[in-house]
Nanobody, 115 residues
Framework: QVQLVESGGGLVQPGGSLRLSCAAS????????MGWYRQAPGKQRELVAT???????NYADSVKGRFTISRDNAKNTMYLQMNSLKPEDTTVYYC?????????WGQGTQVTVSS
């Protein structure tokens, strides 16, 4: 099993930055793929970015060039650096992990971009 806990969300002005963290309950070196997703009320959960154990990354077109996903195996933590934030980035962000055939989710962290 893997427990995931997100942190780092909050209120930021348009154009600002936030860094989300996702702390895992086990060594993430053994987790093949981790990712960030987001879900607005009434909408489907959508991919933001993923990262493999080998460091290969993938981003949604809407965040390319603004967001950076990374993972620190020594700290068992994945990050999402979000720059040039826009009001449309406002929603709840979730981290997930694909481990031994199962997908695990965190509880989510709210990001609000507003002046």
């Amino acid at each position: 099993q893997v427990q995931l806990v997100e942190s780092g969300g909050g209120l930021v002005q348009p154009g600002g930055s936030l860094r989300l963290s996702c702390a895992a309950s086990r060594n993430i070196f053994s987790i093949s793929t981790m990712g960030w997703y987001r879900q607005a009320p009434g909408k489907q959960r959508e991919l933001v970015a993923t990262i493999t154990s080998g460091g290969t990354t993938n981003y949604a077109d809407s965040v390319k060039g603004r967001f950076t996903i990374s993972r620190d195996n020594a700290k068992n933590t994945m990050y999402l650096q979000m720059n040039s934030l826009k009001p449309e980035d406002t929603t709840v962000y979730y981290c997930n992990a694909f481990y031994i055939g199962r997908i695990y989710w965190g509880q989510g962290t709210q990001v609000t971009v507003s002046s």
